[in-house]
């Protein structure tokens, strides 16, 4: 994982969720019970499909998988900082991280489900939602493409210091999930370490329904 983030800032891991899994996330979709806000995105201009926010308590399976992915991303975190010349240090465990972001007032929970139908996409973006962010952060497809729907690509461009932009289409089947630089990630260059932006989005559903989980560390002021 190491390896790749620092060579394009993505990595997928494979079938981090199972079909039962996914299947239960996308039925608890119209279940109101577990969410504090939804957002219709053509109403902001964030491209157009929907998305729900979770409320605390998450559910179980969300609530291990954001605990579980933290520690090595925050290993990596911190290398990462370096690289970038930054003093932040990230904690070793989740509940310490949500500790400093509640210092910062930021307690209002981020991880999200989105549903995207025939037509919808997401603008290219970053998640930030305060001045405290943790740079890696996860979406895992909860679809199967191919059967569920077609279209709708995973996304990311990187824009790089005094050069083009480049785009990276990634390959997803249902239960992976991309683990991706939320905003800038060091590359090693031939005169030391530079930085690009990165910014992520989902291209036009061409056909079906497709749902996807968004695991984000930070939370949201
Ligand atoms: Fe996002």
Known sequence: MAADMARQGWHVLPQVLDPTDCSAFRGAYDDDAWYRRTVVMQRHGFGRGEYRYFRYPLPDRLATLREAFYPPLAHLANEWAGQLGRAQLYPGDHATYL???????????????LRYRVGDYNCLHQDLYGAEHFPFQIAILLSQPGEDFEGGEFVIVEQRPRMQSRAHVVPLRQGDAIVFAVNEAPRAGTRGTYRVKLRHGVSEVRAGERFTLGVIFHDAS
């Open 99 to 113: 500790a400093q972001c509640a210092l910062a007032g930021q307690s209002r929970p981020t991880p999200l489900i």
